[in-house]
């Protein structure tokens, strides 16, 4: 199989608290001939896009990024200038600050001004891409050819929560209706199901300092995809998976009748229809651990 | 004398003007023009990072860092010393510390404001990667951050430029030490000499020197081996 040498940006939060997204990241790539590399030299994303016009400084950490996918396409180390993000919040920041610098000359001069120290100029081509736009791209039949294992029967709702759809012209998909989730779960076997909570917000960073609304939140998105028929939730963002996975902890402490529900990323469930084993699913990473769920379903 | 030694430009130290030969690092020309260190110098080989100095150049924006005793002097150069650089230093038992990004985070929390500026990289008197040091300790890279940051000096430079008040060599120091525990472990001629140390192999030579008075010692210092 011909490989696509792709840019990617992990993020922090892919190489500390979400390692199962960046292994099982790596390897369904690698099954649909993707090799993605990881940039030599990479920053933190930003974390936040600056909103601010005159907030210059935080636009230098994600420019910094894009400028290091520029080298490493001048180094010959990946074939275009692309980079692939899975982080929603890293995809999000990387993305909207590309487009601030190419939309405003005065903003970009004062950013080249201020990089210190690089050896290039960005030239702001860089095209910041999700994997799950890389995956349309392709072609949904293709991700389909490569599934040795369909996850019949398992009942999966989308969860995409507010950066990987908003602000329109950023998102991966149409705001209010998004299908990209839905043609991805549909491509792998797992049957999809639909609730009404699917972009409404995790709770965000409050689950630092006001662990409460996250646990109201969670319960309230959670317990309608229960209800819907969920058995499982899939997302894209580490931050989401953090509130509904790990903060279920709480959320039982708060809401007694809560039921657990496992949350796994879209590339774990790819890495587990193209039949590759735990090493590379690392489905053992999640909380809840979905493992049992997997099994009763004969699916591991 | 060669024509080249005397050879004068003007230097400006902390404001008063000099005239000094060319041919002299910044701590030497400072020593010529009457200065006598205190504080801000130590082996006057580039190795200690004691000389932090920081100068501008007549006509232009830049403020640039270096070590007194490595920089020559140019014409029009306004320089000051930075001989200590405040910064919060923590206690810890490197034994129970967890080797992954928690433990940067936690001991020093300031480095979640990287805004990616790379000014710190751009004081660096050592050339380091000072901003990478940072960000790969910010996503638990101990490795990166430590072999990035073996050349480091702690010199302070990057401290006193970095606008989030992070202290990058105290990151880069904190890096090497869980490396050298946990990534590369004990090592045998570490412990060899450990067991020497222990067992008294050097006590009879250190309490010799103990016994000398300091005008022997001092002789001794001055004649002692030294690595080219």
């Keep these: ?300 | 004398m060669t024509e080249n030694s005397k050879k004068m430009v003007t230097i400006y130290v902390m404001g008063k003007k000099h005239a000094v030969p060319a041919d002299l690092t910044i701590m030497k020309a400072m020593e010529y023009a009457g200065h006598q260190f205190k504080r801000g110098a130590g082996c006057r080989g580039g190795f200690c990072g004691a000389c932090a100095t920081i100068y501008r150049k007549k006509g232009s924006y830049k403020l640039l860092g270096a070590l007194a005793c490595q920089k020559m002097v140019e014409d029009d150069m306004y320089i000051a010393q930075i001989p200590f650089s405040p910064a919060e230093k923590k206690s810890y038992k490197i034994d129970d510390l967890k080797p992954d990004a928690s433990t940067f985070l936690e001991q020093y929390p300031e480095i979640a404001r990287c805004l990616a500026c790379n000014t710190c990289t751009k004081a660096c008197p050592q050339d380091l990667q000072v901003m990478d040091i940072v960000q790969a300790a910010l996503r638990g890279d101990i490795t990166t951050s430590a072999k990035l940051s073996f050349d480091c000096l702690s010199c302070g430079l990057c401290a006193v430029r970095c606008p989030a008040e992070i202290v990058p060599y105290n990151i880069g120091q904190l890096a090497r030490r869980m490396y050298s525990k946990y990534t590369v472990g004990p090592t045998e001629h570490v412990e060899q000499r450990v067991k020497e140390v222990k067992e008294g192999k050097f006590d009879e030579e250190l309490d010799k020197l103990k016994a000398l008075d300091k005008p022997t010692l001092k002789k001794l210092y001055d004649t002692r081996d030294m690595e080219a």
């Design chain 1, 1 to 300: 199989m011909l490989m696509m040498n792709v840019a990617y940006y992990p993020g922090c939060t892919l190489k500390t608290t979400a390692k199962e997204f960046d292994i099982s990241t790596k390897a369904s790539a690698k099954a649909l001939g993707i090799n993605l590399v990881e940039l030599p030299r990479w920053n933190c994303c930003g974390t936040v896009h600056a909103l601010a016009k005159d907030d210059v400084m935080h636009h230098l950490a994600p420019l910094r990024n894009l400028l290091r996918v520029e080298e490493a396409q001048q180094s010959g180390i990946v074939d275009d200038k692309k980079v692939v993000a899975l982080c929603a919040m890293c995809y999000n920041t990387l993305k909207r600050s590309n487009q601030a610098y190419n939309a405003d000359s005065d903003m970009a001069g004062k950013v080249r001004e201020s990089m210190n120290n690089e050896a290039i100029v960005y030239s702001g081509q860089v095209e910041v891409e999700h994997l799950l736009e890389t995956l349309r791209t392709q072609g949904w039949d293709k991700v389909q050819a490569h599934v040795t294992k369909p996850l019949k029967g398992l009942k999966v709702a989308p969860y995409y929560g507010c950066l990987l759809l908003r602000p329109r012209g950023v998102g991966v998909d149409n705001a209010d209706n998004p299908r990209i989730f839905e043609d991805l779960l549909k491509a792998i076997g797992a049957e999809v199901v639909d609730f009404g909570y699917k972009q409404k917000c995790c709770g965000s960073y409050n689950t630092v300092h006001m662990v409460d609304v996250v646990a109201d939140l969670s319960n309230r998105i959670l317990k309608q995809a229960q209800e819907a028929g969920a058995e499982m939730v899939v997302t894209a963002c580490p931050l989401c998976e953090y509130n509904l996975g790990n903060r279920q902890t709480e959320v039982v402490k708060k809401h007694p009748k809560f039921n657990g529900i496992p949350i796994v990323y879209f590339t774990q469930l790819m890495a587990l229809a193209f039949g590759l084993g735990e090493d590379e699913t690392a489905l053992g990473l999640n909380k809840p651990d979905p493992r049992p769920l997997l099994r009763e379903k004969g699916l591991i």
